[in-house]
């Protein structure tokens, strides 16, 4: 496995997981639109619930009607296409509404965590962090993803918090540790456009994450930034 490959080099000191979850949807953007339907959050998540073969087969076996789950989704999607379900509807309400797409997703859960337990026991004694914050602080679980569950398999979350104040960076930490059990959270800055535009704010907000003993911040990302965010970095990092 490659986490096991890697750890066992030895020259890393950490491995990072990014997206290793059910993630879906637009959230990174597309260049050319290729959805001419408003699918609201609600509508996006649905559309991104997988039904491949072992997903479906995971929930089958866990006793889950997963043909009227799948004919669920699928109309619901249609329904939020026509107008006929509001596309601004809550997920979290919407499946509260339908109990047995509820199961669906818990089985989801549980066959991540028994895969991040997989990755632990294959990184050994190397610490392994897993990203959070997709699609957005506090709505992990619309990737598959319980903090707490996942949080007994990883050393720690990172969470980047692209803001453009220190007051917003502080409640997209405060909200995903709020879900998190002892599990360290590193935040992650952008110290450039589109999220902050001068070393002035980056300071403030390291200042701000001192303040509230996070462990580790880090800056998406070197190969990426102008020169003149180095230098932001640099002075915030004194
Ligand atoms: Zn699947």
Not at 156 to 184: F, I, K, M, N, Q
Not at 208 to 231: C, M, T
Request: charged share 20%; aromatic share 10%.
């Amino acid at each position: 496995m490659l986490v096991h490959d890697l750890a066992t080099r030895g020259i890393f000191e950490r491995i990072e997981l990014e997206t290793f979850d059910y993630f879906y949807g637009t959230g990174f953007g597309w260049h050319h639109q290729k959805i001419h339907a408003e699918l609201g959050t609600l509508g996006e998540f649905l559309f991104g619930v997988c039904f491949c073969e072992h997903c479906r087969a995971n929930a089958a076996d866990a006793g889950v009607p997963v043909k009227s789950v799948r004919e669920t989704v699928a109309t619901t999607v249609d329904e939020i296409i026509t107008g006929d379900v509001p596309s601004t509807l809550s997920p979290e309400r919407w499946v509260r509404a339908h109990p047995a797409v509820a199961d669906y997703l818990a089985v989801r859960e549980r066959t991540l965590e028994s895969l991040y337990a997989d990755l632990a026991s294959a990184a050994g004694d190397t610490p392994i962090g897993s990203y959070v914050g997709m699609p957005e602080p506090g709505n992990e679980w619309l990737c598959g993803v319980d903090l707490k569950r996942l949080g007994t398999h990883v050393d720690y979350y990172c969470l980047p918090a692209y803001e453009s104040s220190p007051d917003a960076v502080l409640e997209a930490y405060h909200t995903v540790e709020a879900l998190t059990s002892d599990v360290p959270v590193h935040v992650g800055l952008l110290p450039g456009q589109p999220a902050v535009h001068d070393g002035e704010t980056l300071e403030t907000m390291v200042v701000a994450l001192r303040s509230v003993d996070v462990p580790r911040v880090s800056f998406y990302n070197y190969g990426l930034l102008p020169e003149q965010s180095l230098d932001w970095i640099e002075n915030a990092s004194e």
